[in-house]
């Protein structure tokens, strides 16, 4: 394990156990202290053969003060507040795995043909706020079109009848 899914593990553990988020470990490497970056947390949780989602949520840009900050907050929210799923249980622990994902600033871009679904995810926004976000080497999507497709549906964003802006980003992913 390393240490971006360890805090997360350890974020979602406690939290699931005792309701409470843990504080900004000491033992760190500075990384985690000094920087600032969008994460992503994602949550799998082990059926049968293989993983499902458990939940997923992040921020593509900085909320918090740092990295560490940003891992203990979208760790409780992946495990408690993603809409697509009841919070996470303490006797499911054990069946959980985690993965990190650090997002690079984004760029925008103006056609598809700059798009590669799996080295970059995916941001859309629409001229009034509304935004939708895709990270990039997801199981199942294998196009760019499908890819600006979930964005847009994530965000609801109609790009049929709307008009967006493109932005791509590259991810450093961390997984147990």
């Not at 979208?74 to 959980?96: G, H, K, M, T, Y």
């Amino acid at each position: 394990m390393n240490k971006y899914t360890e805090l997360a593990r350890k974020t979602v553990e406690t939290y699931a156990k005792t309701g409470k988020i843990i504080p900004v470990p000491k033992d760190l490497p500075e990384d985690f202290y000094r920087a600032q970056k969008g994460v992503f947390v994602t949550i799998y949780k082990a059926e049968t053969d293989k993983k499902n989602l458990r939940g997923c949520v992040g921020t593509f840009e900085p909320t918090k003060s740092n990295i560490a900050e940003e891992i203990i907050q979208n760790a409780v929210w992946a495990s408690q507040e993603d809409n697509r799923f009841s919070p996470v249980q303490s006797d499911e622990l054990n069946s959980l795995s985690y993965e990190i994902s650090l997002l690079e600033p984004p760029d925008q871009i103006y056609s598809t043909a700059d798009l590669d679904s799996q080295k970059y995810g995916v941001i859309i926004k629409a001229t009034d706020g509304r935004a939708g976000l895709l990270l990039p080497d997801i199981e199942g999507v294998d196009s760019p079109a499908y890819q600006i497709e979930i964005a847009a549906r994530k965000g609801g964003i109609d790009i049929q009848h709307e008009e967006f802006s493109l932005f791509r980003f590259t991810v450093t992913k961390f997984k147990e």
